[in-house]
């Protein structure tokens, strides 16, 4: 199995920036497609992003309230996922969770621990 760990969130005024860092170990990294998932308080999980097994542009996507102002990308040698955060809103503020999807899965089985964003405004 594969064990991600979340880093970089904290907290930032409405427009401001964060950027998230998944680092995964365990298991051959570009196995998986990658996603990120917030959950905030009160609601379920929801999807953000995700990008395919090696980082095409055809395979990355985002929930359509975070486009245009948010960026997924992987670094396979280095066994990172990132989730850049730019114009960030209030109701960004929740935990931001990292996921993996194996190419013979068909749901994410493996997930980090969270990491909180906060967004004041």
């Known amino acids: 199995q594969v064990q991600l760990v979340e880093s970089g969130g904290g907290s930032v005024q409405a427009g401001g920036s964060l950027r998230l860092s998944c680092a995964a170990s365990g298991r051959t990294f570009s196995d998986y497609t990658m996603g990120w998932f917030r959950q905030a308080p009160g609601k379920e999980r929801e999807f953000v992003a995700s990008?395919?097994?090696?980082?095409?542009?055809?395979?990355?996507n985002y929930a359509g309230s975070v486009k245009g102002r948010f960026t997924i990308s992987r670094d396979n040698a280095k066994n990172t996922v990132y989730l850049q955060m730019d114009s960030l809103k209030p109701e960004d503020t929740a935990v931001y969770y990292c996921a993996g999807l194996r190419y013979d899965s068909s749901q994410y089985n493996y997930w980090g621990q969270g990491t909180q964003v906060t967004v004041s405004s």
């Open positions: 990008i395919g097994r090696w980082g095409d542009s055809s395979t990355i």
